[in-house]
């Protein structure tokens, strides 16, 4: 059974930067997972944020983050990563890793029902 365990949440000033990690167990060995962070806000359904694929590279990210937030993950070490930087009191929100089994090394997902594997869901508060 997959599990992910996300780290790095909290408290933060507006401008300021915060990295949230997300630690896999469970992988099928040579199955190839897609992977992303969503995020639910008070009142607000649960939003798409950033995604990867398998092979990592370039990642895909919701208007909102871009040029701001960052996804990367290291496959060896079953962990991927959310570089938050230039942080907005908007930001505040749980914020969710979600992985699912894919076919390809390069998909990506961006709708939450795409996903069928999610952590906990650390809470990021960014004040003003």
């Known amino acids: 059974q997959v599990q992910l365990v996300e780290s790095g949440g909290g408290l933060v000033q507006a401008g300021g930067s915060l990295r949230l990690s997300c630690a896999a167990s469970?992988?099928?060995?040579?199955?190839?997972?897609?992977m992303g962070w969503l995020r639910r806000a008070p009142g607000k359904e649960r939003e798409f944020v950033a995604a990867?694929?398998?092979?990592?590279?370039?990642?895909y990210y919701a208007d909102s983050v871009k040029g701001r937030f960052t996804i990367s993950r290291d496959n060896a070490k079953k962990t991927m990563y959310l570089q938050m930087n230039s942080l907005k009191p908007e930001d505040t929100a749980v914020y969710y890793c979600?992985?699912?089994?894919?076919?390809?090394?390069?998909?990506?997902?961006?709708?939450?029902?795409?996903?069928?594997?999610w952590g906990q869901g650390p809470q990021l508060t960014v004040s003003s």
């Open positions: 990867i694929s398998w092979s990592g590279g370039r990642g």
């Open positions: 979600a992985a699912t089994q894919t076919y390809s090394s390069g998909a990506y997902y961006t709708k939450p029902y795409e996903y069928r594997y």
């Open positions: 469970g992988l099928t060995v040579s199955s190839f997972y897609a």
